[in-house]
């Protein structure tokens, strides 16, 4: 039953070294989300999808990137990741009518080395 | 400053107590949501407030939305070990296209 769907759980990857993060939807949402979330801290808005339209948030680094091929499958790209993007790493979706509930994937916990 | 503040921050209670977490801003809400996460996995949302004023029960959890739609409460009666997670209010505004505002989060611990 699982609807939003995040690939790995956990990732390890070398400073420097890229690393791609994948999520994929059941639900035939419209918008796509991605979230970093440091220990105990709220989630942080990285970027969204609003169909095919891209939406970065103002102080999301130039190091993290987002492809959206279709409307199920959503990828975020970290060109070189440094010790401090270390963090899990967060799915989400919403639909119509009103986009405002968030449905969130099990998410990918990052690790760099 | 964050829009939306949480408090408290952490909180360690014994299992049966009861508890409440606030979450306050000086911004008007089209809605605000709670969402409970567990370790190691995603929010999962609780429930939404949508009305000034509105009252919604979940079983041991009650939210309350403020008459002015600014803040709002969620208590915990009878505390177990299964709340423990953290608790994270988020607010919606309309002119904003309905994008969430996540508070600083409530990590609550029940020990048995």
């Known amino acids: 039953d699982a609807m939003v769907i995040q690939n790995p759980r956990y990732q390890v990857t070398q400073f420097g070294k890229p690393v791609t993060l994948s999520c994929s939807q059941t639900l035939n949402h419209n918008v796509m989300y991605w979230y970093q979330q440091k220990s105990s801290q709220a989630p942080k808005l990285l970027f969204h999808?609003?169909?095919?339209?891209?939406?970065n948030e103002a102080d999301t680094p130039d190091n993290f990137q987002s492809r959206r091929p279709n409307t199920s499958f959503c990828f975020l790209d970290i060109r070189s990741p440094g010790l401090g993007d270390a963090a899990m790493y967060l799915c989400?979706?919403?639909?119509?009518?009103?986009?405002?509930?968030?449905?969130f994937g099990s998410g990918t916990q990052l690790s760099v080395l | 400053t964050q829009l939306l503040e949480q408090s408290p921050q952490f909180l360690s209670i014994q299992e049966g107590e009861n508890l409440t977490v606030y979450c306050n801003s000086s911004?008007?809400?089209?809605?605000l949501q709670w969402y409970r996460q567990e370790p190691g996995e995603g929010p999962v949302l609780l429930v939404t407030?949508?009305?000034?004023?509105e009252v919604k029960k979940l079983k041991r959890l009650t939210f309350q939305f403020g008459d002015a739609r600014k803040d709002s409460s969620l208590h915990i009666t009878a505390a177990q070990p299964g709340d423990t997670g953290l608790y994270l209010c988020?607010?919606?505004?309309?002119?904003?296209?309905?994008?969430?505002?996540f508070g600083g989060g409530t990590r609550l611990m029940v020990k048995p």
């Open positions: 407030v949508v009305t000034g004023g």
């Open positions: 988020a607010g919606a505004q309309r002119n904003a296209g309905n994008m969430l505002t």
């Open positions: 911004s008007v809400f089209s809605s």
């Open positions: 989400a979706t919403s639909g119509p009518p009103l986009n405002e509930k968030l449905f």
């Open positions: 999808y609003y169909d095919k339209d891209f939406n």
